[in-house]
């Protein structure tokens, strides 16, 4: 009996290899005490660690499964550029008529004597043909000119027009010849060597839908 009691060993909280033992903490010195509280802290933090690690793995593939499913991620497929927004090209512009193939009427749309002659007179020398000049029957007023065409001579139109600073091309299915009406901002002609086209009017006299 003397001999198992002294090779028994007292319990002291300690494992074989010097660790604390789980259930012994009451019975700890002071050191021993705070070596397993240390232990217990480490171990909770790993266990923090690995569960926020879990968290986040699965709600990756959460996300993933979620873009998958609804067609906006394909594993392995290449990114699809955006399509670019439509962009707005000038329309070709067409050349314009020799002056030799477009008659037009002059009209003077002010009180300026002689001005409808003149401007014909210099229409003539160009080459154009004017069948016909007189007085406009309403008053053009602050513009340059106004040219009037049927729809079928828009080309004759914006040839008379190019020769005219800002000149207002109208749409208008009984002028036949194309009609140009000048008014009280008119000083001259352009020369032949820098001729500014118009833009053809939208039809109906609309602006263009924007782009």
Same mark, same amino acid.
């Given at each position: 009996? !003397?001999? =198992? ?14 660790? +604390?033992?789980?259930?012994? @903490?009451? !019975? ?6 705070? %070596? ?21 793995? +699965?709600? *990756? ?10 067609? %906006?991620?394909?594993?392995? *497929?290449? &990114? ?12 070709? =512009?067409? $050349? ?5 193939? +477009? ?23 160009? @080459?154009?043909? #004017? ?15 106004? +040219?009037?065409?049927?729809? =079928? ?11 005219? /600073?800002?000149?207002?091309? #109208? =749409?208008? /299915? ?23 086209? $118009?833009?053809?009017?939208? &039809?109906? @006299? ?6």
């Amino acid at each position: 009996m !003397d001999d =198992e009691r002294a090779g028994a060993r007292p319990d002291d909280g300690l494992e074989p290899d010097g660790g +604390v033992l789980a259930g012994a @903490g009451d !019975d700890l010195d002071e050191a021993s005490y705070e %070596r397993l509280q240390r232990r217990r802290v480490r171990r909770r933090r790993r266990q923090r660690i690995v569960f926020a690690v879990v968290v986040v793995l +699965v709600l *990756a593939v959460g996300g993933a499964a979620a873009l998958v499913w609804t067609g %906006r991620w394909q594993p392995g *497929a290449d &990114p699809v550029a955006a399509p670019a927004s439509p962009t707005c090209a000038p329309p070709a =512009e067409q $050349p314009l008529p020799a002056p030799a193939e +477009v008659p037009v009427e002059v009209l003077n749309g002010t009180t300026r004597t002689g001005l409808a002659a003149g401007v014909a007179d210099q229409l003539r020398g160009r @080459g154009f043909t #004017v069948p016909d000049i007189g007085n406009a029957p309403v008053a053009a007023g602050p513009v340059t000119a106004v +040219v009037r065409y049927a729809p =079928e001579l828009l080309a004759q139109a914006r040839a008379v027009g190019a020769r005219v /600073p800002e000149a207002q091309l #109208v =749409e208008d /299915p009984a002028a036949t010849p194309v009609e140009l009406t000048l008014g009280d901002g008119y000083q001259q002609l352009l020369p032949e060597d820098a001729l500014a086209p $118009p833009a053809p009017p939208h &039809p109906q @006299g609309q602006p263009a839908p924007a782009c």
